[in-house]
T-cell receptor, first 110, second 115 residues
Framework: DAKTTQPNSMESNEEEPVHLPCNHSTISGTDYIHWYRQLPSQGPEYVIHGLTSNVNNRMASLAIAEDRKSSTLILHRATLRDAAVYYCILLNSGYSTLTFGKGTMLLVSP | KAGVTQTPRYLIKTRGQQVTLSCSPISGHRSVSWYQQTPGQGLQFLFEYFSETQRNKGNFPGRFSGRQFSNSRSEMNVSTLELGDSALYLC??????????????FGPGTRLTVL
């Protein structure tokens, strides 16, 4: 399985944009990039996913590099509620299991 | 639409005992996956059930087993509990099962403590 690399932690101030990076240099052409997050004392929740083009939804934006070897999850205006561990996960278009790494712990200060 | 529910939320057992955890998926979802989360190992996949059949299994000993009923509810059983089984057990449901583009909806988890 292709691996992802994320920083252990990042800090942000409330109401500022946050860019969470993810490197996946061994990504294959049929791997989708998924992001989940886990808030304290809760189960993970889906954030967004994409294949090649940038994607937007109500929670975040996903910017995918042209060579697909890296991607960035963008939170446009961080709130205290966005403090969580963010996981970048590759899932093949065939059957593949959601496999979590260590993720990035995002700290948001008021 | 109600989310994924797990019961019980907290459980304390002693070594050697067995335990059964329950997961009710979102209505209409046919897939239920189970995960174990510990501070040391993070989130690890246990198994997935889809339409009452185990579709995939993670790298856990045979003491960990599960099943899924015709109404898609799932149970997970751990026999001969060990101290290292203390963890948060999460279940996730989805419409199409594990795979790219298939959003997994997680429950709040069951916190198991083994003494």
């Amino acid at each position: 399985d292709a691996k992802t690399t994320q920083p252990n932690s990042m800090e942000s101030n409330e109401e500022e944009p946050v860019h969470l990076p993810c490197n996946h240099s061994t990504i294959s052409g049929t791997d989708y990039i998924h992001w989940y997050r886990q808030l304290p004392s809760q189960g993970p929740e889906y954030v967004i996913h994409g294949l090649t083009s940038n994607v937007n939804n109500r929670m975040a934006s996903l910017a995918i590099a042209e060579d697909r070897k890296s991607s960035t999850l963008i939170l446009h205006r961080a709130t205290l509620r966005d403090a969580a561990v963010y996981y970048c996960i590759l899932l093949n278009s065939g059957y593949s299991t959601l496999t979590f790494g260590k993720g990035t712990m995002l700290l948001v200060s008021p | 639409k109600a989310g994924v529910t797990q019961t019980p939320r907290y459980l304390i057992k002693t070594r050697g005992q067995q335990v059964t955890l329950s997961c009710s998926p979102i209505s209409g979802h046919r897939s239920v996956s189970w995960y174990q989360q510990t501070p040391g190992q993070g989130l690890q996949f246990l198994f997935e059930y889809f339409s009452e059949t185990q579709r995939n299994k993670g790298n856990f000993p045979g003491r960990f087993s599960g099943r899924q009923f015709s109404n898609s509810r799932s149970e997970m059983n751990v026999s001969t509990l060990e101290l290292g089984d203390s963890a948060l057990y999460l279940c996730a449901s989805s419409l199409q099962g594990q795979g790219a583009g298939n959003e997994q909806f997680f429950g709040p988890g069951t916190r198991l403590t083994v003494l």
